[in-house]
């Protein structure tokens, strides 16, 4: 059989939809008698670009009170408002944060517009997000594995936590570990637990210990430097309310059920969850005396690493999973990407082990990407 272009016939159509494949659009490119095969993911609305934040390190002391009243808190970038994690809805009211470091901390100061400021958790590493919250996420050396997350509520009740691996591949939470030396404070510009009246905001600023966080990372775990850069986001939680015997509490409808929370982030993760760390922003380290030419160039390919971690999804998870039933050896080649104005060359391969993906610019044959189902990205340089 020679043929050029062919849609899909009925009898593959209906096998597809034995593989639960109806609503996942695909076309197949036969060439020669080879019957090479290749697939259109859908993935362009899966490919999540990012933020950046570049940290400015200070020489002066900050006091952890909740208030960013020192001078160099000052001079520190604003981030942009956060937006709904999936980056479609507007938080109907404003997150902001800013970020301050030396040798010793990372310093996060955020402020949380908000009307009623209430909350009531006050034992430390309970589920704070049972309350409005806000979140800090933090992954050393961006591998998506050993990450920590910190979690405080308007009382100031601490929640930190670790993870080995995210929760999509049997990752488990350990709340006994804590952050030796983490500092937490909370201010209020208003009142708390008082719905007889109209807050302005709540503000928190925390003190995360390098040392203790550089512990984390796979192997250079010395503490951050010039033009180091880590993965972070952040999380604000947000639940509707109603009050009840002159309390606070999360809001239920007619049939006694919680509304559903809102979930704020600073840089979008693409759906309803934190866990999905390859999507966090990317937190560069700077110092006042050191330019800022090299640090765009540790940044680089990030669409080409995007785009396998969103192919790496669709084939875990995803509409495309029905190719971990392939036989090992089985190799599929996806039609190009167009994204960002860049030609991305991507493949699967089926292993004895589960798969591996591979993805490259198009005119680029000296380097590739490869993720396996441990979902760990790998460069490879011919």
């Keep these: 059989m020679h043929f050029k272009w062919l849609h899909i016939s009925s009898l593959l159509y209906t096998f597809l939809s034995l593989l639960n494949m109806k609503k996942f659009i695909l076309l197949f490119i036969f060439f020669g008698c080879e019957n090479e095969i290749q697939l259109i993911p859908n993935i362009k609305n899966q490919i999540i670009i990012p933020k950046k934040y570049y940290v400015k390190k200070t020489n002066n002391s900050i006091e952890i009170d909740g208030k960013d009243d020192e001078s160099d808190w000052k001079l520190a970038e604003l981030s942009e408002d956060f937006i709904d994690i999936e980056g479609v809805k507007k938080p109907y ?10 040798d010793q901390f990372l310093y996060i100061h955020a402020t ?7 909350g009531d958790i006050k034992e430390r590493d309970m589920v704070i997000y049972h309350n409005n919250d806000f979140e800090v996420f933090i992954d050393p050396d961006g591998d998506t594995y050993n990450y920590g997350e910190i979690e405080i509520n308007a009382l100031g009740t601490e929640w930190d936590l670790f993870l080995d691996k995210p929760y999509r591949l049997g990752g488990k939470a350990n709340s006994k570990w804590d952050i030796e030396g983490l500092k937490s404070s909370v201010h209020i510009n208003g009142s708390i637990n008082n719905f007889n009246d109209i807050d302005q905001d709540w503000n928190v600023e925390i003190a ?10 796979k192997e250079d775990q010395n503490t951050p430097s010039h033009g180091d850069i880590w993965r972070v986001n952040f999380s604000r939680v947000q639940w509707e309310f109603q009050v009840e015997d002159g ?9 006694g059920k919680l509304y559903p929370e809102n ?15 390859e999507n966090w922003g990317f937190v560069i380290f700077t110092e006042n005396n050191h330019t800022l030419d090299d640090i765009d160039k540790k940044l680089f390919d990030v669409d080409v690493k995007q785009t396998a971690y969103a192919l790496f999804r669709e084939v875990m998870f995803g509409n495309l999973n029905y190719l971990r039933e392939l036989s090992p050896g089985s190799e599929i080649k996806f039609e190009s990407i167009n994204f960002n104005e860049k030609e991305l060359i991507s493949s699967f391969k089926k292993t004895k082990k589960d798969f ?6 198009k005119e680029n044959f000296k380097r590739s990407y490869l993720i396996k189902q441990n979902g760990i990205l790998q460069k490879n340089e011919f």
């Excluded at 009211?93 to 030396?102: A, E, H, Y």
């Excluded at 979930?263 to 760390?277: A, C, E, F, R, Y």
């Design 93 to 102: 009211q404003k997150t902001n944060f800013k970020m301050l470091w030396d």
């Design 112 to 118: 949380l517009k908000e009307k009623h400021v209430w």
């Design 208 to 217: 995360i210990p390098l040392k203790e966080i550089s512990f984390l990372k």
């Design 247 to 255: 309390k606070y509490q999360r809001r239920k409808n007619n049939n």
């Design 263 to 277: 979930n704020w982030v600073w840089s979008n993760q693409g759906k309803i969850n934190m866990h999905i760390p």
């Design 356 to 361: 591996e993906i591979e993805v490259r610019l």
